[in-house]
């Protein structure tokens, strides 16, 4: 768990608070996008959690603990930090940089090897090709890996990651995106993401904390940010598109039906996709239904316009 209370920093330079007053908390085991314009102070947000800003006014809680309670150079090596850019030891070899911090809390060698060959595997590279490696000889998706797993080396129970996927092509941060869900899904560890995309909080995040000149202005989960802007501010910066936004959060499952309301239809949709992906295959064949369908071929249900609408008129939890 992560806890603010109460959190403000100020520079000399600024006229206002580059945070003010900011209280939120990321529960155990989730992730929370910290989101906003540019200077809206998510990332000096961050950066206080694991002291490499301290705040000037509040309390921020890892676990049970203060920050202050801690030497920061312990707060930090049971914290994973990933950033944009990666960050990783030009001069180290993949190996080396994923075991920088188990080395420094004093881990034996067969541990270590055995921690980045396990690491090396949950984030898909190969050890026996990437541990000799540099980073001058990785790609940039490769790299952005190579980050998460020096992040998570050590296993800590928080995460901090800032943009960590944002220096990489679309397709390519696409599919960084669905192989951290895979692994958070697999670990649970809790998450504070900072990112200026919108649809990349949406995809990764079980709430969004917005911010706006170094306040907060709403923290809710995703589906509630989108539904029900608290103000003028996060009514825009969602956007036109909120229902397609709201779509993009629902999977077929949760409003399918029997399998014969779409048996004379064209579109077919597999069962992990989202409403979305529904609504879009059936505008594309110009019906009001689509077929749901297994791993393996099968027909197991269906989806249809009238499904998409009563998940609209469900009130939220």
Same mark, same amino acid.
């Given at each position: ?16 608070? =580059? *945070? $003010?007053?900011? #209280?939120? %908390?990321?529960?155990?085991? @989730?992730?929370? /996008? ?132 944002? =220096? *990489? $092509?679309?397709? #390519?941060? %696409?599919?960084?995106?669905? @192989?951290?869900? /895979? ?135």
């Amino acid at each position: 768990m992560i806890r603010l209370e109460g959190v403000t920093k100020r520079y000399p330079s600024m006229e206002r608070p =580059a *945070v $003010d007053d900011v #209280t939120f %908390e990321v529960p155990a085991g @989730e992730i929370t /996008a910290l989101i906003g314009p540019s200077g809206s102070g998510k990332s000096t947000t961050l950066r206080m959690v694991n002291r490499l800003i301290e705040p000037d006014e509040g309390s921020i809680y890892v676990g049970v603990d203060e920050i202050h309670d801690i030497k920061a150079e312990d707060l930090r090596r049971r914290i994973g930090y990933a950033i944009q850019g990666v960050g990783l030891f030009p001069h180290w070899t993949v190996f080396q940089n994923i075991g920088c911090v188990p080395w420094l809390l004093h881990w034996d060698k067969p541990r270590i090897a055995a921690r980045v060959r396990e690491l090396l595997d949950l984030v898909g590279l190969d050890a026996a090709e990437y541990s000799a490696k540099y980073p001058s000889q990785l790609s940039g998706g490769e790299a952005q890996r190579v980050g998460v797993a020096r992040a998570l080396a050590a296993d800590p129970p928080v995460l901090l990651m800032d943009e960590p996927f944002g =220096a *990489v $092509d679309p397709l #390519t941060r %696409e599919r960084l995106q669905s @192989e951290f869900l /895979a692994i958070q899904h697999k670990l649970r560890k809790t998450v504070l993401f900072v990112t200026h995309d919108l649809d990349e909080a949406i995809r990764v995040a079980d709430r969004i904390a917005l911010m706006r000149d170094g306040a907060l202005m709403q923290h809710d989960c995703v589906e509630r940010v989108i539904a029900y802007p608290a103000n003028e501010f996060v009514r825009e910066f969602v956007g036109t598109e909120r229902a397609l936004k709201r779509l993009s959060l629902a999977h077929v499952a949760e409003e399918m039906g029997p399998p014969g309301r779409a048996a004379a239809t064209e579109g077919r949709v597999p069962d992990g996709a989202t409403l979305r992906t529904a609504l879009a295959v059936m505008l594309e064949h110009g019906e009001r239904a689509a077929s749901v369908i297994a791993e393996d071929g099968s027909v197991v249900g269906s989806v249809t316009i009238d499904d998409i609408l009563a998940h609209f008129e469900r009130p939220l939890s």
